[in-house]
């Protein structure tokens, strides 16, 4: 079965660097997601992407903060000067069609130094 | 503003021993609503939608609205049913997902 993956798994930055995470999407699907999870919080919605651009955003999704599909396979997030409680589990996600179930990858834990 | 609560951090039963994990709403339309589960060292994944009105692995949800809720239900336990489980809600004409702040089963052999 196919499967939404994220790489790295576990990234470890200084505070004030960017940092990149990387997602590919399942191949057939058009909206992509970004959420975050802080230790012992909930899962909070940050973006999503449909037809090369930002559907949605929260609040939490400032100008710090950029996504981008450079190719036809990858969607990434990044985050341009991270601050320490940008520390969180990263989750990508994506769906065929609008409310249509969402798939997750396995995430990326930053951990901002 | 939509919310979802999700009251119990925590949640232990027997094996073999009924099982509801509670979830309510606060949102002014009319919501879709989710639950996801993770077990342990895997990914969230979707266990059931409330419009598909299924049984995944023996797990039912129904949503009331008079009381704003979509609590997760199963008859009988199971060890392999110890997970984390998140429910979800989708606003009318959104695509994002609101997550309450989980409820993690524990089945006690």
């Known amino acids: 079965e196919p499967e939404v993956t994220q790489t790295p798994s576990h990234q470890v930055t200084q505070m004030g660097q960017e940092v990149i995470l990387r997602c590919v999407p399942i191949?057939?699907?058009?909206?992509f997601y970004w959420y975050r999870q802080i230790l012992g919080q909930k899962v909070e919605f940050l973006v999503s992407?449909?037809?090369?651009?930002?559907?949605?955003k929260s609040e939490i999704f400032d100008d710090q903060f950029s996504v981008e599909r450079p190719d036809g396979s990858n969607f990434t997030l990044k985050i341009r000067s991270t601050k320490l409680e940008d520390s969180a589990m990263y989750f990508c996600?994506?769906?065929?069609?609008?409310?249509?179930?969402?798939?997750f990858g396995d995430g990326t834990r930053l951990s901002i130094l | 503003a939509q919310r979802v609560t999700q009251p119990e951090k925590l949640l232990s039963v027997f094996k073999g021993a009924p099982v509801e994990l509670k979830c309510n709403y606060s949102?002014?339309?009319?919501?879709?609503l989710f639950w996801y589960v993770q077990y342990s060292r895997q990914r969230l994944q979707l266990l059931l939608r409330?419009?598909s009105r299924e049984s995944i692995k023996g797990f039912t949800a129904d949503l009331n609205k008079g009381e704003t809720s979509f609590h997760l239900k199963k008859p009988f336990a199971q060890e392999e049913d110890s997970a984390m489980y998140y429910c979800?809600?989708?606003?009318?004409?959104?695509?994002?997902?609101?997550f309450g702040t989980g409820t993690r089963l524990t089945v006690i052999p």
């Open positions: 979800a809600l989708m606003k009318t004409g959104a695509n994002n997902l609101f």
């Open positions: 949102y002014s339309g009319s919501p879709e």
């Open positions: 996600a994506s769906c065929p069609g609008h409310n249509q179930p969402q798939h």
């Open positions: 992407f449909y037809n090369n651009e930002i559907s949605e």
């Open positions: 409330h419009i």
């Open positions: 191949s057939n699907h058009l909206y």
